[in-house]
């Protein structure tokens, strides 16, 4: 989605009167446009690219917060085009959600491009396992890449995480991590934990690494009964934001005791894991 503005502001000119002649003022322009300096952008993995206009000169380019006018990095003299890094998953933080602008000088002055940023991730396809973890994809259904700063699944659940919608809770304060990792295609392969970042448009993997459908206390056989139950599960975006989306799911077999714990499970001790 690009949401450019098209307001342009406009110049009028008056008509100087001397000694009988008329003679239309020179316009004067404050500077270079924004379409007369920027070609477009977009987001590559954990950075935005943004690019200039052929033959331009730019001396200067700043990723900045309009609202606050603080400035995240600067760059000298790029040459075509310009990257910022914008996700930073491995302390779950990302600038994207923060009136994202890009500043440039020219010899003739700066001008500013707004990057549009919206961010949706929807959670679906919930899978239980025998362990009482749960598997399921988000999908990125933004034009910017989502962080995954923590996902919760609450509700009718034996075991359910903090409600991320509920008018308690505090998302300031909210120092839990994300409670996931990537799976198959999607795995985690460093510390950095890029598998927490879902390009605009893709759809990951994702397993948790709690266990919401474990019964903290135990279990017995009317808990494995096989009854429908409706869950809720919530992506909390770093930028900001979360959605929440229900699904159904039966749990059945055998309760089960979690080697060494008071904790049960309904059917076995069976796990998928990722590869």
């Given at each position: 989605m690009n949401r450019r503005p098209f307001l342009r502001a406009l110049a009028t000119g008056g008509a100087l009167l001397t000694t009988g002649c008329t003679e239309s003022l020179p316009f004067v322009a404050d500077g270079p446009s924004r379409e007369d300096v920027f070609a477009d952008h977009r987001f590559d993995?954990?950075?935005?690219?943004?690019?200039?206009?052929?033959?331009?000169?730019?001396?200067?380019?700043?990723?900045?917060?309009?609202?606050?006018?603080?400035?995240?990095?600067?760059v000298e003299r790029p040459t075509g085009a310009v990257r910022f890094p914008v996700v930073f998953p491995d302390r779950l933080e990302t600038y994207v959600g923060r009136s994202l602008h890009v500043k440039a000088e020219t010899p003739d002055g700066w001008v500013r491009r707004w990057i549009p940023e919206m961010v949706h991730g929807k959670a679906k396809n919930v899978e239980v396992f025998r362990d009482g973890r749960?598997?399921?994809?988000?999908?990125?259904?933004?034009?910017a890449p989502l962080l995954v700063r923590f996902v919760g699944i609450y509700g009718d659940v034996p075991n359910p995480t903090v409600d991320v919608q509920s008018d308690s809770f505090d998302e300031s304060s909210f120092d839990?991590?994300?409670?996931?990792?990537?799976?198959?295609?999607?795995?985690?392969?460093?510390?950095?934990?890029?598998?927490?970042?879902?390009?605009?448009?893709?759809?990951?993997?994702?397993?948790?690494?709690?266990?919401?459908?474990?019964?903290?206390?135990?279990?017995?056989?009317?808990?494995?009964?096989?009854?429908?139950?409706?869950?809720?599960?919530?992506?909390?975006?770093?930028?900001?934001?979360?959605?929440?989306?229900?699904?159904?799911?039966?749990?059945?077999?055998?309760?089960?005791?979690?080697?060494?714990?008071?904790?049960?499970?309904?059917?076995?001790?069976?796990?998928?894991?990722?590869?």
């Amino acid at each position: 989605m690009n949401r450019r503005p098209f307001l342009r502001a406009l110049a009028t000119g008056g008509a100087l009167l001397t000694t009988g002649c008329t003679e239309s003022l020179p316009f004067v322009a404050d500077g270079p446009s924004r379409e007369d300096v920027f070609a477009d952008h977009r987001f590559d993995g954990t950075e935005l690219v943004v690019a200039f206009r052929d033959g331009v000169e730019v001396r200067r380019a700043v990723l900045f917060d309009s609202s606050t006018d603080e400035e995240f990095e600067a760059v000298e003299r790029p040459t075509g085009a310009v990257r910022f890094p914008v996700v930073f998953p491995d302390r779950l933080e990302t600038y994207v959600g923060r009136s994202l602008h890009v500043k440039a000088e020219t010899p003739d002055g700066w001008v500013r491009r707004w990057i549009p940023e919206m961010v949706h991730g929807k959670a679906k396809n919930v899978e239980v396992f025998r362990d009482g973890r749960a598997r399921f994809e988000v999908e990125n259904q933004g034009d910017a890449p989502l962080l995954v700063r923590f996902v919760g699944i609450y509700g009718d659940v034996p075991n359910p995480t903090v409600d991320v919608q509920s008018d308690s809770f505090d998302e300031s304060s909210f120092d839990l991590g994300p409670g996931v990792v990537g799976v198959g295609r999607n795995r985690t392969l460093s510390p950095s934990r890029t598998d927490l970042v879902v390009s605009p448009g893709e759809v990951a993997p994702f397993e948790t690494t709690y266990a919401p459908f474990a019964f903290p206390d135990g279990a017995d056989a009317d808990d494995c009964r096989g009854d429908e139950r409706t869950g809720e599960i919530a992506v909390l975006h770093a930028s900001g934001g979360s959605a929440a989306y229900t699904f159904q799911y039966r749990l059945d077999g055998e309760p089960t005791s979690v080697e060494g714990q008071s904790a049960a499970v309904c059917g076995g001790t069976d796990t998928a894991g990722g590869d």
